[in-house]
């Protein structure tokens, strides 16, 4: 492999002559070699948008160079364009400040931007440290960037995604708005209802995660650029939190504002776990849906059977003929992760030790990733298993009927222990709860007839 000569302040290193990287992106891959987990491209591209923007307020309130700013500009485009993602090739496992993948970006933007100032005629050249990261630390570039990723992969791909899965189920709550069917509780049946309240409440359940995660997301736009090293602003300019966070609002088409206080920005992520939560609680409902439809779609002949779902593939290797809610269980597993990324994502924010929180690149991971499992989760459900959901309106009337819960309406008009006693003893003989009431001669048949509507028991008297 050929290579070139790199250097920084420990001494030289040989770097693979076709990377942009410089020497501290090489010792970082050369010391943590864990795993295979790397910097999500998120943060990557939230990173550049961060450079660019800190060049441009340099620009204004540093006098860096307009050739440099130019030139640092068009490196960061270049790397927010995804068409380098690979020289960025950076683990999780490594320093908890993510110091070397700032390094990283620092490096390739150096090296990018000097050969962007060679071909426009100019000898300048752009230097990692000083002309990059120039008003920054690590230390508040990391956590800037961990939060504009955050913000603008919610908006554009995990938002939009609950708001075609909740339209859906509107239209599926509309459609069956009529289909009385039996309710249970305790995995055992209860009083009626329509096949549509019930999809209301899952999609309500949406709604409400939609809101807890805008809301949330209100304190991702937070930025603690500008608190360089330990939130004082040392090297920074006056303004330059102000100044970057509304160039970046400009720049991601995201809203974002200053910090009201850096020593808490650097130091706390309770930002992303207070998000974190509202994703967890978007995984529980997720994991209820998902688990709602696998129950209901069982069968089809010794299941309940109410639901079908879309065939996608072959259920069994031996089985011919069989056909599995494999999208449940691809959305359930997805809930699973979700939850355990939280337990990671609320312990790794506890390591705020002094003015620095040392685990800022697994809790970014975890959030990155729990986002994009439910984007993609909700979205696959979606068109594989959620499109096609279908009511088995036959097997609904079947099962209300032979349902003993239809006795709660005769509570007003016997009271409960009767009607209890016409339940069991239906239960027990293997009858219809008309054929005890009679029975029993608490009610008439057209008294029983009168009493027990199953689609007047569906709301409030």
């Known amino acids: 492999m050929e290579t070139r000569t790199e250097r920084d302040t420990i001494g030289e290193i040989e770097v693979p002559a076709d990377r942009y990287w410089g020497a501290q992106t090489q010792r970082s891959l050369e010391n943590f070699k864990i795993g295979t987990e790397k910097i999500p491209v998120e943060v990557v591209h939230a990173f550049a948008q961060l450079k660019k923007a800190a060049a441009v307020v340099n620009g204004s309130l540093k006098g860096l160079d307009k050739k440099k700013v130019e030139a640092i500009s068009h490196a960061a485009d270049r790397v927010t364009s995804g068409e380098i993602d690979d020289h960025f090739p950076l683990v999780v496992w490594q320093t908890g400040s993510g110091t070397q993948s700032n390094m990283n970006m620092n490096e390739v933007l150096a090296y990018l931007g000097t050969a962007y100032l060679k071909e426009q005629g100019s000898d300048l050249t752009i230097h990692p440290n000083d002309d990059v990261n120039h008003s920054q630390s690590s230390n508040d570039t990391f956590p800037t960037a961990m939060h504009v990723a955050t913000v603008v992969y919610a908006e554009k791909e995990l938002l939009p995604a609950i708001r075609r899965f909740k339209g859906t189920l509107e239209e599926k709550e509309n459609a069956f708005q009529d289909v009385v069917k039996i309710g249970r509780t305790h995995l055992q049946d209860a009083t009626p209802l329509t096949f549509g309240q019930e999809i209301s409440g899952w999609k309500h359940m949406l709604a ?254």
């Open 208 to 461: 409400t995660c939609e809101t807890m995660i805008s809301e949330s997301l209100e304190h991702v736009r937070a930025l603690t650029i500008g608190g360089t090293a330990v939130g004082t602003g040392l090297n920074a300019p006056i303004g330059f939190s102000e100044e970057v966070s509304k160039q970046l609002s400009e720049q991601t088409g995201a809203t974002f504002k200053a910090s009201k206080n850096h020593f808490h920005g650097l130091t706390s992520h309770d930002e992303l776990v207070h998000f974190h939560g509202a994703l967890k609680g978007l995984a529980a409902d997720a994991f209820k849906i998902a688990n709602d439809i696998r129950l209901l779609a069982s069968g089809p002949r010794c299941g309940i059977g109410e639901v079908l779902i879309p065939a996608n593939e072959p259920g069994s290797s031996i089985m011919p003929g069989k056909v599995n809610p494999t999208q449940s269980e691809a959305l359930t597993m997805v809930a699973a992760q979700v939850l355990g990324n939280d337990a990671t994502v609320g312990f790794a924010a506890t390591q705020g030790h002094f003015q620095l929180n040392v685990f800022k690149p697994v809790i970014v991971y975890n959030v990155l990733q729990s986002m994009r499992l439910l984007a993609d989760g909700l979205n696959n459900f979606h068109d594989k298993c959620l499109i096609g959901l279908e009511a088995d309106e036959e097997k609904m009337t079947q099962s209300l009927n032979e349902s003993l819960m239809l006795v709660t309406a005769l509570n007003p008009h016997i009271g409960y222990e009767n009607a209890a006693t016409i339940a069991k003893k239906a239960h027990a003989e293997n009858t219809t709860l008309k054929e005890a009431a009679i029975e029993f001669g608490l009610l008439t048949e057209e008294q029983f007839d009168e009493y027990v509507i199953p689609k007047e028991m569906i709301s409030p008297k």
